[in-house]
T-cell receptor, first 115, second 110 residues
Framework: GAVVSQHPSWVICKSGTSVKIECRSLDFQATTMFWYRQFPKQSLMLMATSNEGSKATYEQGVEKDKFLINHASLTLSTLTVTSAHPEDSSFYIC???????????FGEGSRLTVL | SQQGEEDPQALSIQEGENATMNCSYKTSINNLQWYRQNSGRGLVHLILIRSNEREKHSGRLRVTLDTSKKSSSLLITASRAADTASYFCASGTSYGKLTFGQGTILTVHP
């Protein structure tokens, strides 16, 4: 089946630094990718919708200057957490929608810990 | 919050028993999906039911959808210890945006 790869799978960083997480569709093209955040023992919350070649659409309450999303190609979207703080520690999961079938595929997630 | 609700929040059963989880959502949908998540891991897609369908089966899974009540249920029959996980419903739009429910933590005791 189709595979979505997220990298890194886990990252630890110091407060104030920026962290980039990649979401890559390995064997299909994705016109749309979605970024979710999941805090411990909670559900997934949609952060933003990323469309190839255009600006991301952010959900209410998500700071677009803090969570920079770039979807420069049909197989790659990146989420950059700028000036990360401990409260940004979370599990970040992306999903990619196949350009041809419309099916959704999820990445394995990236666990961010900010010290 | 736009998130749907799931009940129960936690369910503990013995192996071989059936497990039923319920989900309610708030807006009109194109489809309703169920996912499984083992602790600290990614999501595993279980089943998708479209808004014009009422019931769907896949192996030991049975999903129902009542759009008039904006609710869905997931039944796992003959549960196994390996079914222990968190289960999430997600209401979906036609372009792929999902709104997740709060999840049910299922524990199946051997």
């Amino acid at each position: 089946g189709a595979v979505v790869s997220q990298h890194p799978s886990w990252v630890i960083c110091k407060s104030g630094t920026s962290v980039k997480i990649e979401c890559r569709s390995l064997d299909f093209q994705a016109t749309t990718m979605f970024w979710y955040r999941q805090f411990p023992k909670q559900s997934l919350m949609l952060m933003a919708t990323s469309n190839e070649g255009s600006k991301a659409t952010y959900e209410q309450g998500v700071e677009k200057d803090k969570f920079l999303i770039n979807h420069a190609s049909l197989t790659l979207s990146t989420l950059t957490v700028t000036s990360a703080h401990p409260e940004d520690s979370s599990f970040y999961i992306c999903s990619a929608r196949s350009r041809f079938s419309g099916e959704l595929f999820f990445g394995e997630g990236s666990r961010l810990t900010v010290l | 919050s736009q998130q749907g609700e799931e009940d129960p929040q936690a369910l503990s059963i013995q192996e071989g028993e059936n497990a039923t989880m319920n989900c309610s959502y708030k807006t009109s949908i194109n489809n309703l999906q169920w996912y499984r998540q083992n602790s600290g891991r990614g999501l595993v897609h279980l089943i998708l039911i479209r808004s014009n369908e009422r019931e769907k089966h896949s192996g030991r899974l049975r999903v129902t959808l009542d759009t008039s009540k904006k609710s869905s249920s997931l039944l796992i029959t003959a549960s196994r210890a390996a079914d222990t996980a968190s289960y999430f419903c997600a209401s979906g739009t036609s372009y792929g945006k999902l709104t997740f429910g709060q999840g049910t933590i299922l524990t199946v005791h051997p």
